[in-house]
């Protein structure tokens, strides 16, 4: 398939706001699908759809090597996983093209969706279609995408039991959610470090109070927070202090080391990179695996308070993180 051919689907897909976040755009995530599923029924592979109520749906794709028989036979079967959500796009002002056209400068793509997922979903079917057209292809195809990923996926446990007989054939999984490490350095991901959200709430009393009257006689809850924070890490190193939250970390081989530090990026680099005036290390040896290897704990925003234009003299009832 040439250059342009591939680009133009991409525009396309683009163009589609299937952003999973926005209940108001339900009706773009049925375009994406719909998208899908007309490039799969262009490829010849089977297309099944599950789906719970009005929730995005998951996508399969089965295609069936020429070359080999169902898959209930002795040609290995490959699964694709991708999926077709994407993120909000804003602050839109601080785009400098427009979110949903797809746009090239300086040799690089621009779009929402572009490096997460559209691009790699449009990278796995032009390239699968490719194969399949001059009879290359020898393996068996699951294709499988997501329109939830965004938002937490939600479903996608209960509709990848729902599809267990076609991915429970699966011979093995491929997965390009992900990046490049470099350009021409690409990158194979064998481990992720997971997530775990939480809300912390500190809560003093039903109303905010006013600092001349009651300071000094009651709780501040900000700075509860704050007293809790100081001593969950090491302002230094970013080390978590709280105790057994290394406990099941695996250990560095060498051979990893080495791996790693035949390629990982400087730490000038890395600040030019993150816009960050310092970068630190957990990591003793090599900066970079500090946060390839380590779990690590990050606030993410802090809610109390005044925070309007002006003073205003209280002491919040209280605080969020
Ligand atoms: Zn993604």
Redesign the pocket.
């Known amino acids: 398939m040439d250059k342009s051919k591939v680009l133009e689907l991409l525009s396309k897909f683009i163009s589609i706001q299937s952003v999973s976040a926005d209940s108001k755009r339900r009706k773009e995530i049925t375009k994406a699908v719909d998208f899908l599923k007309n490039q799969f029924k262009e490829m010849g592979v089977d297309v099944k759809i599950i789906q719970k109520g009005q929730s995005p749906p998951l996508i399969l794709g089965i295609y069936h090597s020429d070359h080999g028989r169902d898959l209930n036979g002795n040609r290995k079967t490959i699964g694709i996983y ?2 077709y959500d994407i993120q909000p796009e804003d602050p839109v002002d601080e785009w400098e093209s427009p979110p949903f056209e797809l746009t090239i400068k300086d040799g690089k793509l621009y779009g929402r969706g572009v490096a ?2 559209k691009g ?1 979903v449009i990278q796995n079917l032009t390239s699968i279609k490719h194969l399949i057209k001059v009879n290359k292809l020898k393996n068996n195809i699951v294709f499988i995408f997501e329109g939830e ?2 938002v937490g996926s939600d479903n996608f446990e209960n509709y990848v039991k729902e599809a267990k007989d076609i991915l429970s054939r699966v011979d093995v999984f491929y997965v390009t ?2 990046g490049m490490y470099k350009k021409n350095i690409p990158q194979i991901f064998y481990g992720l470090r997971g997530l775990v959200y939480f809300e912390l709430e500190v809560d003093i009393g039903n109303k905010d109070l006013h600092s001349g009257i009651y300071g000094n006689r009651v709780l501040n809850p900000v700075q509860i927070l704050a007293h809790l924070l100081a001593k969950m890490k090491d302002e230094k190193t970013n080390r978590v202090l709280i105790p057994g939250f290394y406990n099941e970390v695996r250990s560095i081989t060498q051979d990893e080391r080495n791996n790693f530090k035949s390629f990982a990026r400087s730490d000038e680099e890395e600040k030019k990179t993150a816009g960050v005036y310092k970068m630190i290390s957990l990591d003793k040896d090599q900066a970079y695996l500090s946060s390839k290897f380590y779990p690590s704990l990050d606030v993410n925003g802090i809610v109390s308070g005044h925070t309007r234009e002006g003073a205003k003299t209280i002491i919040p009832r209280k605080a969020t993180l």
Do not use: A, F, P
Request: aromatic share 0%; charged share 45%.
């Open positions: 991708g999926h997460d997922n790699h990923e965004e959610d992900t």
